[in-house]
């Protein structure tokens, strides 16, 4: 059996965690398959009022990470596209908005732009690539295929692709954060210590035919991967950190992580072109609060 909605001895946040206050709100400057700008709010109740470091191996758009406003962070993904534009947002804002500035909203100019090899570009063009690509594809979907080549095709709506001020405030927000490409086992056995924060936000355990979506790169997260996830969310534990981790209400996780307080989270899923399949369950697991 699982436990759900059980007492759990935390705080929420009562004031601001870093550099900027709390009132003010940083917005992604990417929409990612699987983001949890919808589940802040209960994703908040479990964030500890003091911790040393705020570390998320599964960075993909970041919500949670811009929400926080934590002193000392790492942020990694093995998703190279992803890692070196948060680098250039970071390093060279202006660059990428100037790129981006010369980009065109049309069809014939997205499959022009997707078809380039992006390894064959320099850094901040490679980043203005990947942020017009997620803002003109089909949902905001990025999704490759097994040769890496992005796939997604072309969205048709009319939103704008370019926003100066969300990517000068992102910009600044990650002046001071570690950014890392690598694997999430890697980066946590670096670098997470006793009194850190850690958000785990993996690739969901598959819940129906389609639910592949977040497959970001082309390595798979099989079921192997989460049976190694739950044993690192417990070494963590054991390590002295407290541990939130997200991922599907499939009663494979549900098993894995029955001995944690887990809470069910009705939720929209914003990839399904059929808005009758848009409703799913996330769950939100929690530990090394006792």
Not at 44 to 63: D, L, Q, R, S, T
Not at 103 to 108: G, L, V
Request: with cysteine; aromatic share 14%.
């Amino acid at each position: 059996m699982y436990k759900v909605n059980q007492e759990v001895d935390i705080s929420t946040v009562n004031e601001s965690l870093g550099l900027f206050p709390k009132e003010v709100a940083i917005k992604p400057f990417l929409k990612w398959a699987g983001g949890k700008t919808q589940l802040l709010t209960e994703l908040h109740k479990y964030v500890p009022n003091n911790f040393n470091k705020y570390i998320e191996p599964f960075i993909g758009g970041g919500a949670m990470f811009f929400s926080l406003n934590p002193r000392e962070s790492i942020i990694a993904d093995s998703n190279e596209e992803l890692v070196i534009t948060y680098k250039q947002v970071k390093e060279a804002v202006e660059s990428i908005i100037e790129h981006l500035k010369t980009f065109e909203h049309n069809e014939d100019f997205y499959y022009n732009i997707r078809s380039i090899d992006p390894k064959e570009l320099e850094d901040s063009y490679r980043a203005a690539r990947l942020i017009y690509l997620n803002k003109t594809c089909f949902n905001g979907l990025y999704r490759v295929n097994k040769k890496g080549q992005f796939n997604v095709p072309y969205g048709k709506g009319n939103g704008s692709f370019l926003n100066e001020e969300v990517l000068r405030n992102a910009s600044e927000f990650l002046a001071d954060t570690t950014i890392i490409k690598g694997d999430y086992l890697d980066v946590l056995t670096k670098f997470a210590t006793d009194g850190d924060f850690i958000f785990l936000d993996p690739p969901y355990y598959p819940v129906g035919k389609y639910s592949d979506f977040k497959r970001y790169t082309k390595e798979l997260f099989y079921h192997k991967d989460q049976v190694q996830l739950k044993q690192e969310f417990e070494r963590l534990i054991n390590i002295g950190c407290k541990v939130i981790l997200t991922n599907s209400n499939h009663e494979v996780i549900l098993d894995l992580y029955s001995d944690y307080d887990i809470e069910i989270i009705e939720t929209r899923r914003m990839i399904s072109s059929n808005s009758k399949t848009r409703i799913g369950k996330d769950i939100i697991v929690v530990g090394g609060y006792e």
